[in-house]
C-alpha cells in the first residue's frame, strides 16, 4: 500500500515563527502537492512539485514556500506564521508526468494553530 | 470561491442511491475528473475518474456529458458508512487543478 506521512499530526505555533511541516511518501512517485483545507473552501493547492528540485505554484502560494531535495519528500515551509494560516494542511503524492492523470494519494493532514 | 461547484450537502437513507452533480465550466480539454471520499480525521481517498461519458467501478459510477461542464457521482445503495465529505477535482483551462468544496453526504438508518 501506498504510505503518505505527515510529520505532525497537531501543531501549534506562535506568530511569526518559521514552520516546517514535512511529508514523505514510499512509492517513488513523481508528483507532490501540499493543499490546505478550510471549512466552505475545500481543498486548495498551495505547492505543487513533478520532480526533485522542480515546483510550481497553485492558487494559494502566497506566504508559502517548499522544498524538494529527495524524490520521497516535500516539505512546505511557512517563512513568518501568521494567524490566517491556521488550517488544515494535506499532504498528497501521485505517480506520473501530469497532476491530474493519477489519483493522488492523501497523508492524514496537519492540523495547525497559529496563535 | 472555489470555481469548481457541487451542493454543501445532501441526506439519503440506507439502501438509497445518491447522485452527486459538481459543475466545472472552466474544465480543461485534455484532462481527467476525478471524486475522492473524505472520513473525519483523514485525508482524502480516491473513488472514481473519468474522461467522458460513463465510468463504473466497485463502488461508484460516474457520468460526465458530453460538454464535460459538470459531472455526477453515483453511489448505489448507501449505507451508513459512505457518510462522508465527497470532493470533485479537475483541471480548469487555465491549467489549474481545482477541487470543490465538497459535498457532506449523511446516510440515516
Redesign the interface.
Known amino acids: 500500500d501506498v504510505k ?1 506521512t505527515q510529520s505532525s499530526r497537531y501543531l501549534v505555533k506562535r506568530t511569526g515563527e518559521k514552520v516546517f511541516l514535512e511529508c514523505v511518501q514510499d512509492m517513488d512517485h513523481e508528483n507532490m502537492f501540499w ?1 490546505r483545507q478550510d471549512p ?6 498551495i505547492y ?1 512539485s513533478y520532480d526533485v528540485k522542480m515546483k510550481e505554484k ?2 494559494i502560494p502566497e506566504g508559502y514556500s517548499v522544498s524538494r531535495e529527495k524524490k520521497e519528500r516535500f516539505s512546505l515551509i511557512l517563512e513568518s506564521a501568521s494567524t490566517n494560516q491556521t488550517s488544515m494542511y ?1 499532504c ?1 503524492s501521485s505517480f506520473g508526468q ?4 493519477n ?7 496537519t492540523r495547525l494553530t497559529v496563535l | ?2 470555481k469548481t461547484t457541487q451542493p ?1 450537502s445532501m441526506d439519503s437513507y440506507e439502501g438509497q442511491e445518491v447522485n452527486i452533480t459538481c459543475s466545472h465550466n472552466n474544465i480543461a480539454t485534455n ?2 475528473i ?1 471524486w ?1 471520499q473524505q472520513f473525519p ?6 473513488i472514481i ?1 473519468g474522461y467522458k461519458t460513463k465510468v463504473t467501478n466497485e463502488v461508484a459510477s460516474l457520468f460526465i456529458p458530453a460538454d464535460r461542464k459538470s459531472s455526477t457521482l453515483s453511489l448505489p445503495r448507501v449505507s451508513l458508512s459512505d457518510t462522508a465529505v465527497y ?1 470533485c ?3 480548469l483551462d487555465d491549467y ?7 459535498t457532506t453526504v449523511t446516510v440515516r438508518a
Do not use: M
Request: aromatic share 18%; charged share 15%; no cysteine.
Open positions: 503518505v493543499y466552505g473552501l475545500g481543498l486548495r493547492l505543487f497553485g492558487d494535506l498528497a501530469h497532476p491530474s492523470d489519483e493522488q494519494f492523501f497523508g492524514p493532514g | 470561491l472555489a454543501i484532462d481527467y476525478t475522492y480525521s483523514q485525508g482524502p481517498r480516491f475518474q470532493y477535482l479537475v483541471v489549474k487543478l481545482s477541487f470543490g468544496a465538497g
